[in-house]
């Protein structure tokens, strides 16, 4: 079996909330593997997006290790973990989190300016994208709606 593309082990979150610290995770262990399916699930408040903004590299654990395709990234700088989310993470989210003043294929479009790819490239591959989960036709809408269905 190929290494872990994520594993954690023992991951702690607390926040603080005035004089009081909220536990949002304590010592959760994952280990994902390349091409592997996973559905975090529970009930509100149990954890999940915490869970999911520290794997997706939006956030850092309080304590516990994180292990992203092997490096270490507990502890990363801000900036590193902008590099790996920018070249190796992909997001859906609940609620649409799209820019308003731009249409679908221009927001699609934007991750890839971010990450260099060339100007003659990026359209293609973001029609490409948009073909592929079946929103072609809506390349050129805007107004999207403000929250998911």
Known sequence: MASPLIETRGIVKDYRLGSHRVHALRGV????????????????????????NLLGCLDT???GRYLFEGEDISNCSPDRLARIRNKKVGFVFQTFNLLPRMNAL??????????????????????????????ADRAHSSGWPSRAP
Do not use: C, Q, W
């Open 61 to 63: 654990p309080t304590a």
């Open 29 to 52: 262990s994952v280990t994902i593997h390349p091409g592997e399916f996973v559905a975090v699930m529970g009930p509100s408040g149990s954890g999940k997006s915490t869970l999911m």
């Open 106 to 135: 221009e927001n699609v479009e934007l991750p890839l300016l971010y990450n260099g790819t060339l100007s003659r490239d990026r359209r293609p591959r973001a029609r490409a994208r948009l073909e592929a989960v079946g929103l």
